[in-house]
């Protein structure tokens, strides 16, 4: 994921066009007045090109070209290198000026995942770092998230840790952009889902390529994304194209009824709520009237409704009547535990031990 130019040789010098012109003059033993009067150009003029003062136009380098027999393009990269040398230079006394912009970031986690390289040189990490995000400067960056953070619809917390957060997003957003899918469907898309479903009875290793899957096919694009500290986030939920959506999920809870909510209540939002803003689903919780939807859009998908009240209506939780109801209802019992612990119907201690644990990596 690290981009090869890194180890790029990149020298810390640049020959200027007038010091290498300086050079065939002296080894011609021609005068600089010859030159000139050659050329049609002041002797002031060319010495400033010389002594550096003057960059060398294309139209000169055509000149020399006739007038000396070396190429124009010899002369045109001479300068394009000096100009992009000094260039660099100059923006990196400038970055030096912000290198504690750095330590805003998860700099070590995006090191382990391999998007920022394992070197101290704090200059080589603001670099990288610019470029994973895809912006030019620091201050860039700030503008951009701001104006990115006041599309995105979920709690406060988001402003809280900004740098964590939208450095956890965009990983999605890059290995999203690494997946294909066909366009978005509304209706594949939901009979899809009923057969996502049925993934809940297996383990991670045996549904999570044919779920990606079943996902590309209806326009969205699954991806997981380990949690990153101080971000706090479940799952996320936003559209990269008008035709192609992207879940983005942590696994913060790591067992499979927060996995399996927190999909369908993903889900939830690319059906019901359109395709502008993005949806980020943290620890706090936060309420609204899109993430109440959501929230019944996926409990229902998991256990329906009538179902389920039905089922604690008679208020015994045992573990075979869980188990018993799972198989009734064709879902995994830990789903039906972390229900029922939710709905404080029993302690958050009791039956845990029927859940699964699942585990992600990048």
């Known amino acids: 994921?690290?981009?090869?130019?890194?180890?790029?040789?990149?020298?810390?010098?640049?020959?200027?066009?007038?010091?290498?012109?300086?050079?065939?003059?002296?080894?011609?033993?021609?005068?600089?007045?010859?030159?000139?009067?050659?050329?049609?150009?002041?002797?002031?003029?060319?010495?400033?090109?010389?002594?550096?003062?003057?960059?060398?136009?294309?139209?000169?380098?055509?000149?020399?070209?006739?007038?000396?027999?070396?190429?124009?393009?010899?002369?045109?990269?001479?300068?394009?290198?000096?100009?992009?040398?000094?260039?660099?230079?100059?923006?990196?006394?400038?970055?030096?000026?912000?290198?504690?912009?750095?330590?805003?970031?998860?700099?070590?986690?995006?090191?382990?995942?391999?998007?920022?390289?394992?070197?101290?040189?704090?200059?080589?990490?603001?670099?990288?770092?610019?470029?994973?995000?895809?912006?030019?400067?620091?201050?860039?960056?700030?503008?951009?998230?701001?104006?990115?953070?006041?599309?995105?619809?979920?709690?406060?917390?988001?402003?809280?840790?900004?740098?964590?957060?939208?450095?956890?997003?965009?990983?999605?957003?890059?290995?999203?952009?690494?997946?294909?899918?066909?366009?978005?469907?509304?209706?594949?898309?939901?009979?899809?889902l009923d057969n996502i479903r049925r993934f809940t009875l297996n383990r991670r290793d045996e549904f999570e390529s044919e779920m990606k899957r079943l996902c590309a096919m209806s326009g969205v694009i699954l991806v997981f994304v380990p949690e990153f500290k101080k971000t706090h986030i479940s799952g996320a939920t936003q559209w990269i194209t008008q035709d192609k959506a992207v879940i983005i999920m942590s696994l913060r809870y790591k067992t499979n009824d927060h996995f399996w909510f927190t999909f369908f209540h993903e889900a939830a939002h690319i059906l019901l709520h359109g395709k502008k803003g993005t949806f980020i689903d943290d620890i706090k919780g936060f309420q609204s009237k899109e993430e109440n939807e959501a929230n019944r859009y996926s409990r229902n998908m998991l256990i329906p409704e009538v179902e389920y009240k039905s089922f604690i209506s008679k208020g015994d939780f045992n573990r075979e009547d869980i188990k018993s109801f799972a198989v009734k209802t064709q879902i995994h019992p830990g789903i039906v535990v972390g229900q029922l612990q939710h709905d404080k119907c029993i302690n958050y201690n009791w039956h845990n031990d029927l859940k699964e644990k699942l585990h992600i990596g990048l």
Do not use: C
Not at 100 to 122: A, M, R, S
Not at 141 to 166: C, E, G, M, T, V
């Open 1 to 192: 994921m690290i981009n090869k130019e890194l180890y790029v040789y990149k020298p810390d010098y640049a020959v200027h066009p007038g010091e290498y012109l300086e050079e065939v003059l002296e080894s011609r033993e021609i005068k600089k007045k010859e030159l000139s009067e050659r050329l049609g150009i002041s002797v002031k003029h060319l010495s400033q090109i010389i002594h550096k003062q003057a960059m060398l136009t294309a139209e000169l380098a055509v000149q020399l070209e006739r007038t000396l027999g070396i190429s124009a393009n010899i002369w045109n990269n001479l300068n394009a290198d000096y100009s992009l040398f000094h260039a660099r230079s100059n923006e990196a006394i400038a970055l030096r000026q912000k290198l504690e912009w750095i330590t805003i970031f998860p700099v070590n986690e995006l090191k382990k995942f391999g998007f920022l390289p394992h070197v101290k040189n704090k200059e080589a990490i603001m670099e990288k770092l610019l470029q994973f995000f895809g912006v030019s400067t620091p201050e860039q960056w700030q503008q951009f998230y701001d104006l990115k953070a006041a599309h995105f619809r979920k709690s406060p917390a988001f402003s809280d840790n900004l740098p964590h957060i939208a450095s956890w997003l965009r990983i999605g957003e890059i290995k999203a952009s690494e997946m294909e899918a066909t366009p978005f469907d509304k209706d594949v898309f939901k009979i899809n």
